[in-house]
């Protein structure tokens, strides 16, 4: 039996670590379980910009996986 996997760039995995990290931090201050953030850094709606970014931070990775899942299973369809 083949083994194909799908490795993921280093690149993606590192942006995709940081966009959960901000996610998790924007929603942990956003139902203000934790206040975190310095409150120099703090603005008007700072942990929706948190969550937002770190959403958008988290779509390239999940982007390039489903891509390579989609390519694979081509690929074992022509095999047939």
């Keep these: ?6 490795r993921p760039p280093l690149h993606l995995l590192i942006v ?3 966009g959960s990290l901000l996610f998790g931090l924007g929603l942990a201050e956003y139902i ?19 969550l937002s970014v770190g959403a958008v931070m988290m779509v390239p990775l999940t982007l390039f996986l489903v891509r390579a899942a989609l390519a694979h299973v081509a690929d074992l369809e022509s095999r047939r």
């Design 1 to 6: 039996m083949e083994k194909n996997r799908i």
């Design 16 to 18: 995709n670590a940081i």
């Design 32 to 50: 203000d379980a934790a206040s975190l953030v310095p409150a120099g850094w703090r603005f008007e709606h700072y942990a929706l910009v948190m």
